[in-house]
């Protein structure tokens, strides 16, 4: 008894051998990357979104699709993994009081924003209480800050968020790009 492939017709056989020829030409069809090559400046990129964006500051909008693009522009000061736990970004470390009321944040050092502006306590004592200030209208990314009674900076690489009652949630709300960091230089020219 022969095999099954035997009964095929010769035109079934190229069939085959056609397609799995076709296929194999298209995972090595894409020339490589050289891995000499440098990086060049300028250029445009285009990326297709499924809907439509007039705002670009993730604190001032709640829309995922802004979400999407700032994730690539802008760092927060905590990651979340994907086991949610949260993970050091621009904070390399932090406490928080017993209670949830107090949390102090020590910024990672020699971080410079793309404007050459450095990170310190002052920038993200800016950014926050810009999104607190009504004058901005972040509704959404103010939500995420909580119930604040204070920010402070009390020397350049620690921030101190204080509340009056617990807020647990401030973690998760840092970890997103809505609450993201971003150059007080900038911010202030753009105004």
Same mark, same amino acid.
């Given at each position: 008894? $022969?095999?099954?492939?035997? $009964?095929? &017709?010769?035109?079934?056989?190229?069939?085959?051998?056609?397609a799995?020829? +076709?296929? &194999?030409?298209?995972?090595?069809?894409?020339? +490589?990357?050289?891995?000499?090559?440098?990086p060049? *400046?300028?250029? /445009?990129?285009?990326?297709?979104?499924? #809907? *439509?964006?007039?705002?670009i500051d993730?604190?001032? #909008?709640?829309? &995922? /699709?802004?979400?999407?693009?700032?994730?690539?522009?802008?760092?927060?000061?905590? =990651? @979340?993994?994907?086991?949610?736990?949260? #993970?050091?970004?621009?904070?390399?470390?932090?406490?928080?009081?017993?209670?949830?009321?107090?949390?102090?944040?020590?910024? $990672?050092?020699?971080?410079?924003?793309?404007? =050459?502006?450095?990170?310190? +306590?002052?920038?993200?004592?800016?950014?926050? *209480?810009?999104?607190?200030?009504?004058? #901005?209208?972040?509704?959404?990314?103010?939500? !995420?800050?909580?119930?604040? *009674?204070? /920010?402070?900076?009390?020397?350049?690489?620690?921030?101190?968020?204080?509340?009056?009652?617990?807020?647990?949630?401030? !973690?998760?709300?840092?970890?997103?790009?809505?609450? =993201? /960091? @971003?150059?007080?230089?900038?911010? @202030?020219? +753009?105004?």
């Amino acid at each position: 008894m $022969r095999g099954r492939f035997s $009964r095929l &017709s010769t035109t079934s056989r190229l069939r085959i051998l056609f397609a799995a020829f +076709a296929f &194999s030409t298209t995972l090595h069809g894409a020339p +490589a990357a050289s891995e000499g090559a440098k990086p060049v *400046d300028g250029g /445009i990129l285009r990326v297709g979104l499924g #809907t *439509d964006t007039a705002i670009i500051d993730p604190s001032i #909008t709640g829309s &995922s /699709i802004t979400a999407v693009i700032t994730r690539n522009i802008v760092d927060s000061l905590v =990651g @979340q993994a994907e086991d949610n736990s949260f #993970t050091p970004w621009l904070a390399e470390r932090w406490e928080i009081n017993g209670d949830n009321t107090v949390y102090t944040f020590h910024l $990672r050092p020699g971080v410079t924003f793309s404007d =050459g502006t450095p990170l310190d +306590a002052a920038a993200v004592k800016y950014n926050f *209480d810009r999104i607190l200030d009504p004058k #901005t209208t972040s509704s959404y990314a103010k939500s !995420l800050l909580g119930p604040i *009674d204070k /920010i402070e900076a009390p020397n350049a690489n620690t921030v101190v968020i204080s509340y009056r009652q617990s807020f647990a949630p401030l !973690l998760q709300g840092l970890s997103l790009p809505y609450l =993201g /960091i @971003q150059s007080p230089t900038y911010l @202030q020219k +753009a105004a």
